[in-house]
Structure formats: C-alpha cells, structure tokens
C-alpha cells in the first residue's frame, strides 16, 4: 500500500489519462468538450492537499469526472449566442452568428447592412426581455462573464442565472427566427 501512496501526479496521469478521456468521448458529443472536462478534473486532482491519503485515485478521478460531465449537461442548457438563431446544433444549417458579427465588413456592404439590422433587431428584442434576464444575458454574451461570475454579481443561485438566461435565449431565438430566415441561402 504504502507504493500506491507513493504515486505521483504524474504516474496518475499516465495511468487514467487516456482511460478517462475515453470515458468522457463517449458521454459528450463534441472531441473540445470532453478535453475541458478532464481538464477541470485534473486541476481539481491537482488542488488535493492530500493525495497521498486517496485509497483509490482511480475510484476517485471517475466520480469527479462523472460529476463534471453533469455540470457540463448543466451548463449546456444555456445557451449561447451562437445557437441563438441556429438553434438546434445537430441541424444540417448552423448560423455561425457570432463569426459573422464580428467579421471585417469594410469591403461588404450586404454584410454591414445585415450586421446593423441584426443589431437593432437584437436591441429592440432585449428591451422585451424582464430587466433581470436582459441583464443576465448581456452581461454573459455581450460582456463575456461567466454564468458563475454573474451569479456571484448579482448574489444569486447558479441555477437562477442560467434559468435566466435560458427564458432570454428561447425569447431571442423566436424573436430573430424571421432574420435567419430571411438570410438563409
């Protein structure tokens, strides 16, 4: 026992590296998702003050990995800008929305007037929206705060701010849906 104490952070990798990033592939759908994921379950494996003490590292890397996969499904749930339009991400068609925006527009015309039109129209969209989850959703696409961030701004739940800015998005999507249909080739 007292070798499997011994085992560095290193040799725990190499161990359950591979094995846990292929539990993650096969639980979410994209390859970039299940590398943040085992990502955040080595930094957290990192942070342990005690890891000589775990009995069974494998034991426990798999419980956080299942809980972090869970935040993920969680956090999915809010939506971003970029599935705003598109809506569901296993359509065939996929706006790339936020690309679009922030592309160079100086030679474009067609592109800039879009781009005007799409702001005003998202404009007038948040001032429908209740204040809290205009705020939520500003702060989060338009701002690039985190969910947690905003929660911890605003002395709220997690959970509050994400249902807050779920309501926005499902308002947004139908709101713009006419828009992406008309720019649809």
Same mark, same amino acid.
């Given at each position: 026992?007292?070798?499997?104490?011994?085992?560095?952070?290193?040799?725990?990798?190499?161990?359950?590296?591979?094995?846990?990033?292929?539990?993650?592939?096969?639980?979410?759908?994209?390859?970039?998702?299940?590398?943040?994921?085992?990502?955040?379950?080595?930094?957290?494996?990192? #942070?342990?003050?005690?890891?000589? /003490? %775990? @009995?069974?590292?494998?034991?426990?890397?798999? +419980? *956080?990995?299942? $809980?972090?996969?869970?935040?993920?499904?969680?956090?999915?749930?809010?939506?971003?800008?970029?599935?705003?339009?598109?809506?569901?991400?296993?359509?065939?068609?996929?706006?790339?929305?936020?690309?679009?925006?922030?592309?160079?527009?100086?030679?474009?015309?067609?592109?800039?007037?879009?781009?005007?039109?799409?702001?005003?129209?998202?404009?007038?969209?948040?001032?429908?929206?209740?204040?809290?989850?205009? #705020?939520?959703?500003?702060?989060? /696409? %338009? @701002?690039?705060?985190?969910?947690?961030?905003? +929660? *911890?701004?605003? $002395?709220?739940?997690?959970?509050?701010?994400?249902?807050?800015?779920?309501?926005?998005?499902?308002?947004?999507?139908?709101?713009?849906?006419?828009?992406?249909?008309?720019?649809?080739?």
């Amino acid at each position: 026992m007292a070798e499997k104490n011994s085992r560095s952070f290193t040799d725990i990798v190499k161990t359950y590296g591979s094995q846990l990033l292929r539990f993650v592939k096969g639980r979410v759908k994209k390859t970039e998702d299940a590398e943040d994921i085992l990502q955040e379950v080595w930094y957290q494996f990192s #942070r342990l003050t005690n890891m000589d /003490e %775990l @009995e069974n590292a494998g034991a426990w890397l798999y +419980a *956080v990995t299942r $809980n972090k996969i869970t935040d993920s499904y969680r956090k999915k749930k809010s939506e971003s800008l970029d599935e705003l339009i598109a809506g569901d991400e296993d359509s065939e068609s996929t706006f790339p929305i936020r690309q679009l925006l922030l592309a160079d527009d100086s030679n474009n015309p067609e592109l800039k007037l879009f781009k005007d039109i799409f702001w005003d129209e998202l404009m007038k969209a948040l001032e429908e929206l209740p204040e809290k989850q205009r #705020r939520v959703f500003v702060l989060n /696409e %338009l @701002e690039e705060k985190t969910l947690q961030e905003i +929660a *911890v701004m605003e $002395n709220e739940n997690l959970k509050t701010i994400i249902s807050r800015k779920g309501y926005a998005v499902k308002h947004l999507r139908i709101r713009l849906r006419s828009l992406y249909e008309e720019l649809k080739f």
